[in-house]
């Protein structure tokens, strides 16, 4: 990743950027190496996977009122944790919730033996029997509405909000894979040849670019752009007895009135 990176920085005048990840791309050992390259990142945490002291820190400090935020230092690591309450997160997380552990109580009701779940672990009395993990619940019970930032970027250069607010910005970097995979069917990839795989990467990666300018000019979706972009049709009738050939052509109104009139007509 840092070959990446450091690449990037030499085509950009040697700038220093923000790594901005979730928490399943960077590891401890992946946030050692670049805070030992001078890096300062925003990565997503795993709040769950925290000790039981730190948990409480969080939930003795945070407010359960919307929008509350606070940092901690985090033990022993070189970086602050920002942790965020939401209403909205706080629903999501307790349906989710009450629905794995109505999960685990069924698979504990019946020793399904084959089945697996989050707070299902096997019985310290019994090897083949299973029982409720009452330590995980209770540690996914405080954090219901919390989402948690790993950041070493001090609060004098970079807020709190601001920290959130570059986190949340991951979801177009998310959302160009999603269009990437399905709409531009980037994967799966049927050739074989060096060159011809480059070329299909080539060909979508240059589609996703004309799809976000126009995201980014017209202000409208792609699936808008694309319904106005579809209804664009001409057909071309020629009698093959005189040669005369007819144009018709579709109501294009909703086009000539878009933004994207203004980019795709030739001037």
């Not at 805070?35 to 709040?47: D, K, M, S």
């Not at 039981?52 to 945070?62: A, D, P, Q, Y």
């Not at 089945?115 to 409720?132: G, I, P, Q, W």
């Not at 060096?194 to 699936?223: N, P, Q, W, Y």
């Amino acid at each position: 990743m840092l070959d990446v990176i450091k690449e990037f920085q030499k085509r950009h005048s040697n700038s220093k950027p923000i790594i901005v990840a979730d928490a399943a791309m960077l590891s401890q050992e992946n946030m050692s190496l670049l805070e030992a390259e001078g890096y300062q990142y925003i990565v997503g945490a795993r709040l769950a996977n925290t000790t039981k002291f730190f948990i409480e820190s969080i939930t003795s400090r945070l407010k359960r009122q919307d929008g509350d935020v606070i940092r901690l230092p985090y033990p022993n690591r070189s970086y602050d944790m920002i942790c965020a309450y939401s209403e909205k997160r706080a629903k999501k997380d307790q349906h989710e919730f009450d629905k794995q552990i109505a999960k685990a109580q069924k698979i504990i009701s019946q020793q399904e033996t084959g089945k697996r779940t989050k707070f299902v672990k096997k019985s310290a009395e019994h090897k083949d029997s299973f029982t409720l993990n009452e330590e995980l619940k209770e540690k996914a019970e405080k954090l219901i509405g919390i989402k948690g930032y790993c950041t070493n970027i001090p609060e004098h250069i970079l807020s709190n909000s601001q920290v959130i607010e570059y986190y949340h910005g991951l979801w177009h970097v998310e959302q160009s894979f999603r269009m990437s995979k399905t709409d531009l069917k980037t994967r799966p990839i049927f050739h074989y040849m060096h060159d011809a795989i480059r070329a299909h990467v080539l060909v979508c990666f240059v589609g996703l670019m004309i799809g976000k300018f126009l995201e980014i000019k017209t202000g409208l979706s792609l699936r808008k752009v694309r319904d106005i972009l579809w209804n664009v049709q001409e057909a071309h009738i020629e009698d093959s007895l005189t040669g005369k050939r007819i144009i018709l052509q579709t109501n294009i109104k909703d086009f000539n009135e878009s933004k994207l009139a203004q980019i795709l007509k030739p001037h």
